[in-house]
């Protein structure tokens, strides 16, 4: 995980494949308790304790979102905060998903 996550995002510019099943699995191995929805996003539900921590998680992940110019989808409830990411514009995975799903990671120390 510690390589992904010293890596940047960087933009999609479009016109690129969206990562294959075998690219997404080799990916996936280097992540910690993210999964790929189809081919299409990779998802995570972070468990707190209250609602103030997982609002202050979630801010952070805004943050982190805003520094690396790109953005997941991000459902904050009582105690539980789900993330969503994938590449918009190619409706579909690249690298940078990974990047930003270790870096969010990191977030919390892991």
């Known amino acids: 995980m510690t390589e992904l996550s010293a890596r940047q995002c960087v933009p999609c510019q479009g016109g690129i494949p969206p990562m294959t099943r075998r690219q997404i699995d080799e990916l996936l191995q280097q992540l ?3 999964s790929a929805v189809g081919e299409h996003h990779l998802t995570k539900e972070y468990p ?3 609602f103030v921590s997982a609002l202050a998680f979630t801010n952070k992940i ?4 805003e520094e690396q110019g790109h953005h997941p ?9 789900r993330v969503d990411i994938w590449t918009h514009k190619i409706d579909g995975l ?3 998903d990974f990047v930003l799903a270790a870096k969010i990671d990191r977030i919390l120390g892991k």
């Open 48 to 50: 707190f304790l209250d």
């Open 62 to 65: 805004g943050a982190l979102a």
């Open 73 to 81: 989808d991000i459902y904050l409830t009582w105690g539980l905060v």
């Open 94 to 96: 690249t690298e940078s």
């Open 32 to 34: 910690d308790g993210w």
